[in-house]
């Protein structure tokens, strides 16, 4: 099955509180805007995003109550599905796309790095927003997917959401893969992945939840990569792949954020990672460890 195919599945079978509704032929799938969404619907709205390549849990960590994402598939799962790597816009409307319609989209240069470009028949996305899409923006989607627009499933949660919440901390593995993906290293060698990250608060706004689902990922999250590679290598690259490789470590996300003047591409790009980051290779069979916990700016930054 293609990674669309495989979510197109997924869909078939809604979690309680996700409403499900027809415009302009197009399935949509409210997870958190007019819908209540919840725990499951965040956990069903996190495999959407991963095209159902990947395993998600609950579960309790260092962190506390976290979410716990494995995959045999990190980077079909992860980088050409997960991967929030399409801004969404049209006229007036914008959100963050992410999901196997990436793969039928295609026109990320990411894609001529790691293949995986789709023709499917079918289509499924997911749009962190807290407006439903327009008519407009599914003809839009549906264009750039190449599908029909019947064939088109969008599920949408705003990030002050609790599916929002649960879907976005699910990206700590996704974060350490795209990292080791811009320091050049060569994905081929990942072989399987495991990331969790603390289940922080809802915000109360976007932008609240923004920085608390960050700040769990830069300080809370621990990755576990299988690689097969030159132990000189990971030894080299390793310092580079947590969140603490980048200058600006080390405060709440929402500082780091009003210190940009509230642009997001005036923060480091290389901020984006876990706390910790495991690399074990298969080849040799030695562990490499890198990053720490920091638990005293979750303190500071959830509060409690």
């Not at 289940?199 to 990569?225: C, F, H, M, R, S």
């Amino acid at each position: 099955m293609s990674l669309n195919e495989r979510a197109t599945r997924l869909c078939q079978s809604l979690p309680p509180r996700v409403v499900e509704q027809r415009i302009d032929g197009a399935r949509v799938l409210d997870a958190g805007i007019a819908a209540p969404g919840g725990l499951e619907a965040g956990l069903w709205l996190a495999r959407l995003c991963l095209a159902d390549a990947a395993q998600v849990s609950l579960t309790r960590g260092e962190g506390g109550l976290g979410v716990l994402v494995s995959s045999d598939e990190p980077i079909a799962a992860c980088m050409a599905s997960q991967y929030a790597g399409w801004q969404v816009s049209v006229g007036k409307y914008f959100a963050m796309g992410s999901g196997p319609m990436r793969a039928a989209y295609g026109k990320e240069a990411l894609f001529d790095d790691i293949g995986l470009r789709e023709s499917p028949s079918v289509a499924v996305g997911v749009l962190e927003t807290r407006k439903m899409p327009t008519p407009e923006v599914l003809a839009y989607l549906a264009e750039r997917t190449r599908v029909a627009p019947e064939a088109l499933s969008v599920a949408v949660a705003p990030a002050c959401s609790l599916a929002g919440t649960v879907q976005v901390v699910a990206r700590a593995l996704e974060t350490a893969l795209h990292k080791l993906h811009e320091l050049k290293f060569d994905l081929a060698q990942v072989v399987s992945g495991t990331g969790y990250a603390p289940l922080p608060p809802v915000g109360k706004d976007d932008l609240q939840a923004i920085g608390w689902t960050n700040d769990a990922i830069l300080y809370g999250g621990i990755v576990d990569i299988w690689v097969r590679a030159e132990d000189d290598v990971l030894a080299t690259l390793g310092p580079k792949v947590p969140a603490s490789g980048s200058s600006m470590y080390g405060a709440p996300f929402a500082e780091i954020f009003r210190a940009a003047g509230g642009d997001f591409y005036k923060i480091d790009p290389l901020l984006f990672s876990p706390a910790v980051v495991r690399l074990m290779n298969l080849s040799t069979g030695r562990r490499h460890t890198f990053g720490h916990l920091a638990p005293e700016v979750l303190t500071q930054s959830f509060g409690g």
